[in-house]
């Protein structure tokens, strides 16, 4: 009498088993694909479009952060937010020195998913590298 | 004794029937749920997949006339055999001569060339809305429409690339 209906019991639990292991499957399954990973790329592509155009014209290398902060301002969607930090480094006795950091756009928000973006860059003076900078972009959706 | 092995007989064998209902209950219960859930996450997932098949699409053609000569490099000079479109002299700087050749070539070539079923329009507007060129077929108001946009140097003015895919 005391194993009465056991078998039953194992192949109930089983069988529950596997279908709550399915349910979760599928729960988290269907929870990350409401993820696009997209919407990242897109991002990315976006901050080295910018990055890219404002150093061909020669905004970047110019050092007037009015001229950058208007530039930034005018190329980006007016849905995005955009901070850049620039680093400077000047050639000097066959290695790169620190030399300045130069900062222009928005404030990074606190509690916004950012996504960040660079781009290297040098000024020649005398046909010669004089500074190398690296231009980190961070970039939010407002 | 012929009567004791007969209501043996009729006892073996019969399930415990609260045991039973319940288990029923239950599994029956859980496979509903499973069917329910099943039907609304596979039409969701279709949907997603559909949106991001949309999604790769855009970026990549968004990526292929704003980042790459085309192919052959010189396709603008016979727009019609061309491999692959692509609207820059450099990265991020656009070709007059391309945007004309591209505009050129029949909306069923260039949708061949971008290798892509659904319908599109592509835009090259400055941010204060000047419009430099417009390719393809405007949707209409009906339509879902996904628009990329990109930003590149057209006669170093700034411009963006907007591509538009919908279905009609």
């Known amino acids: ?142 | 004794m012929w009567k004791e092995v007969l209501s043996l007989a009729e006892k073996k064998g019969q399930a415990v029937p609260i045991d039973f209902i319940v288990g029923l209950f239950i599994f029956l219960v859980l496979l509903a749920y499973f069917f329910i859930l099943w039907d609304i996450y596979s039409i969701r997932y279709f949907e997603t997949a559909k949106s991001r098949d949309r999604d790769i699409a855009s970026l990549s053609i968004t990526d292929a006339l704003v980042n790459s000569p085309g192919h052959p490099e010189n396709w603008a000079q016979d727009p019609l055999n061309a491999q692959a479109i692509g609207l820059c002299s450099r990265p991020n700087e656009l070709s007059s001569e391309k945007i004309a050749a591209f505009s050129s070539i029949p909306y069923a070539n260039a949708k061949q060339m971008l290798g892509i079923d659904e319908e599109f329009f592509v835009k090259i507007e400055t941010s204060e809305g000047a419009r430099y060129a417009s390719i393809g077929v405007e949707a209409n108001n009906s339509s879902t429409i996904l628009e990329v946009s990109r930003v590149a140097l057209l006669n170093n003015t700034i411009v963006n690339v907007r591509v538009q895919l919908y279905e009609n």
């Open chain 1, 1 to 142: 009498m005391r194993t009465k209906g056991f078998v039953f019991t194992i192949d109930a639990t089983l069988a529950l088993f596997l279908m709550v292991l399915v349910l979760i499957t599928i729960i988290f399954l269907s929870a990350q694909a409401d993820e696009s990973p997209y919407v990242n790329l897109h991002m990315l592509r976006i901050g080295k479009d910018t990055l890219s155009v404002m150093d061909k014209q020669g905004i970047l290398t110019s050092g007037n952060v009015s001229l950058m902060n208007s530039s930034l301002n005018s190329t980006l969607q007016r849905s995005i937010g955009a901070h850049v930090e620039i680093s400077t480094y000047y050639y000097d006795e066959g290695g790169f020195n620190f030399m300045s950091i130069t900062q222009f756009g928005s404030n990074i928000p606190a509690n916004a998913s950012i996504y960040v973006t660079s781009r290297d860059f040098v000024a020649m003076s005398n046909g010669r590298i004089s500074n190398y900078s690296i231009a980190r972009m961070t970039l939010w959706q407002k």
